[in-house]
Nanobody, 118 residues
Framework: VQLQASGGGLVQAGGSLRLSCAAS????????MSWHRQAPGKQRELVAS???????NYADSVKGRFTISRDNAKNTVYLQMNSLKPEDTAVYYC?????????????WGQGTLVTVSS
């Protein structure tokens, strides 16, 4: 089972980016999917998560600006980021809980860099 993240880049403050993370391999189902980020010199933090049933959770710092969604048919999770701020600059990682054979497999994506200029 592998994750492939994409969509990072350089954007000006106030701009938008959309991150994608697709899971591939032996997948029977996917439980929670989430995005995390790690800024230079800081610990990795949870940005947003979405459960299999669609329930979502957001860090206070991104509420109202970011939207997490998932396409179960494509085994893909998205993060729509609007009104970006310089403090959103970080490497963004996706994380998924995958039901596979012989059991659950938890995977991190490779990370995609988001840089927001002021």
């Amino acid at each position: 089972v592998q994750l492939q993240a994409s969509g990072g880049g350089l954007v000006q403050a106030g701009g938008s980016l959309r991150l994608s993370c697709a899971a591939s391999g032996s997948i029977l189902g996917i439980k929670a999917m989430s995005w995390h980020r790690q800024a230079p010199g800081k610990q990795r933090e949870l940005v947003a998560s979405v459960l299999a049933g669609g329930g979502t959770n957001y860090a206070d710092s991104v509420k109202g600006r970011f939207t997490i969604s998932r396409d179960n048919a494509k085994n893909t999770v998205y993060l729509q980021m609007n009104s970006l701020k310089p403090e959103d600059t970080a490497v963004y990682y996706c994380y998924t809980e995958i039901v596979s054979l012989p059991g659950q497999v938890n995977r991190w994506g490779q990370g995609t860099l988001v840089t927001v200029s002021s």
